[in-house]
């Protein structure tokens, strides 16, 4: 087992004490890289970069190389789960991703097999465990997936949606075959993400991209409720440190605590809720993660550089703080700022753990 130089994410998760605070990006890994947009036409398609080992670590790489980031998160996409379940994953340029089959009917849930990676997902877990290689105790490792309730958006609807009606009509008229739905994903989650731990992901995210869109009651009952499932049945150490786990549904202020109390390590928060109010009202129970608008990055170095010192004041002093974007680094940024960016936390941060 190869030692961690660099284990400040890790530390900070667990709310353990940092000297400055961590930092990664969400997509850190992605468009707005020239070097992500030349492997990408190297490897063909989005796809296969995904399931080719090689390039998934090249391209998980490449921000490292650039930025004095804490942390690696795989190369993947959160549909992979859906696509295993033999829906037809697609993309069409510029129209993100699409399914061949929906799932809208009784029998198309009943039809639903429950994911098993080492069979149906084997290129994920060979590309954590070449990360894991290359990275050689750089930085940790974080492996990903998708929320039961945000993979349910994509499969129901067939796509991004503005209004999601289908699924929200499957949830409402059909509420048993909704819940089916997700349990089917929960447990196909629960396998996903144990074994990119077993392969080497040493700290995961859940991403629940699409909960903010349901009301208060809807929220607990199909999306929170199949990831406390998830957070219940994790691998929580492993390598003999503990794995910690990282919840983030985007538009979730108003949900904080309820996301605290089920287990999990940390919170991600999105920009629309105050970081000192959050970490306020959780208290010491989780980290907290993010949570600048990733829009900032448009603005100068000098503007991205205040808006940095006001978040890190907003958090205050002390650990449990993970700095990120609020949600993924937009593909028309320019690297020299997410620069700006990093380097700003790094200078920034240390004041706030002396």
């Not at 998160?73 to 699409?98: N, Q």
Request: glycine share 8%; proline share 5%.
């Amino acid at each position: 087992m190869t030692e961690l130089k660099n284990d400040r994410f890790l530390k900070a998760l667990l709310r353990e004490p940092v000297d400055r605070t961590p930092i990664w990006m969400m997509r850190q890994a992605g468009r707005y890289l020239p070097e992500y947009r030349a492997s990408r036409a190297t490897a063909g398609s989005f796809m296969d970069l995904c399931m080719n080992a090689d390039f998934a670590c090249e391209v998980t790489m490449q921000p490292l190389e650039r930025y004095p980031l804490d942390a690696a998160i795989l190369f993947s996409d959160i549909l992979t789960i859906p696509d295993a379940m033999d829906l037809g994953l697609y993309f069409e340029t510029g129209e993100g991703p699409k399914f061949k089959k929906v799932v809208r009917t009784e029998a198309d849930v009943d039809a639903l097999p429950i994911v098993n990676t080492a069979s149906d997902l084997s290129y994920v877990t060979k590309a954590v465990s070449t990360i894991r290689h290359e990275l050689n105790g750089r930085v940790p490792l974080i492996g990903f997936s998708g929320s039961p309730w945000t993979l349910a958006t994509y499969m129901v609807e067939g796509g991004s949606s503005k209004d999601f009606r289908h699924v929200k009509a499957m949830m409402y008229n059909q509420p048993e075959v909704m819940h089916r739905m997700l349990d089917k994903l929960a447990l196909s989650v629960i396998d996903y993400l144990n074994a990119q731990i077993m392969a080497g992901a040493q700290a995961v995210q859940i991403f629940d991209t699409w909960g903010g869109v349901l009301s208060h009651a809807a929220y607990q009952e199909f999306s929170l409720k199949y990831m406390q499932q998830i957070v219940d049945g994790l691998i929580r150490e492993h390598e003999g440190r503990r794995v910690p786990v990282i919840l983030f549904t985007k538009g979730a202020g108003q949900w904080l605590e309820s996301m605290a109390n089920t287990g999990c390590d940390a919170l991600g928060i999105d920009w629309t809720t105050d970081l000192g109010n959050a970490r306020a009202r959780v208290g010491s129970k989780v980290a907290l993660q993010g949570n600048m608008d990733p829009s900032v990055l448009y603005a100068s170095p000098k503007r991205i550089r205040e808006e940095v010192a006001s978040i890190l004041a907003s958090y205050g002093h002390g650990t449990g703080q993970v700095f990120n974007l609020g949600h993924g680094i937009h593909q028309f940024v320019d690297p020299e700022h997410a620069k700006a960016f990093i380097e700003a936390v790094v200078e920034l941060s240390p004041q706030y753990h002396k």
